[in-house]
C-alpha cells in the first residue's frame, strides 16, 4: 500500500508563507513526477506545480515567483515553499505523485490534502 503524507498547511495572512511537504511511504519500485494540485470551494482541483524526478519544474500562470517545488529523490519526498500568499491561493492542497509498483504497475496516487486559509 502506498500513502502520501502532506503536512505545512494553515492559517496566515496575506503576505505571508508557509512550506508543503509531503512523503511517500510504502512499497513501491519508483516515483515519478511529484506535484501539488489546489481545490479552492467551488472550484475544480488544478494544477499548482510539478516537478519531474530530474527537476523540471511547471507552475501554474498565478503562482510563478512566488512558489518554487523542490523534491527530495532519496526521501520520495516534495515540497512546495509559498510565499506572498494571497487569499486567492486559499483552498485544499492535495499532493500527488506517479508510482511504480512490481511487475510494472503505475497509477497516479493522490494524498488526504491539506488546508491553506489565507486571511485579508
Known amino acids: 500500500q502506498v500513502q502520501l503524507v502532506e503536512s505545512g498547511g494553515g492559517l496566515v495572512q496575506a503576505g505571508g508563507s508557509l512550506r508543503l511537504s509531503c512523503t511517500a511511504s510504502?512499497?513501491?519500485?519508483?516515483?515519478?513526477?511529484m506535484g501539488w494540485n489546489r481545490q479552492a470551494p467551488g472550484k475544480e482541483r488544478a494544477l499548482v506545480a510539478r516537478?519531474?524526478?530530474?527537476?523540471?519544474?511547471n507552475y501554474t500562470d498565478s503562482v510563478k515567483g512566488r512558489f518554487a517545488i523542490s523534491r527530495d529523490n532519496a526521501k520520495n519526498a516534495v515540497y512546495l515553499p509559498m510565499n506572498s500568499l494571497k487569499p486567492e491561493d486559499a483552498g485544499v492542497y492535495y499532493c500527488?505523485?506517479?508510482?511504480?509498483?512490481?511487475?510494472?504497475?503505475?497509477?497516479?496516487?493522490w494524498g488526504q490534502g491539506t488546508q491553506v486559509t489565507v486571511s485579508s
Open positions: 516537478i519531474s524526478r530530474s527537476g523540471n519544474r
Open positions: 510504502g512499497s513501491f519500485v519508483s516515483i515519478s513526477d
Open positions: 500527488n505523485s506517479g508510482v511504480t509498483l512490481r511487475m510494472g504497475v503505475r497509477f497516479w496516487k
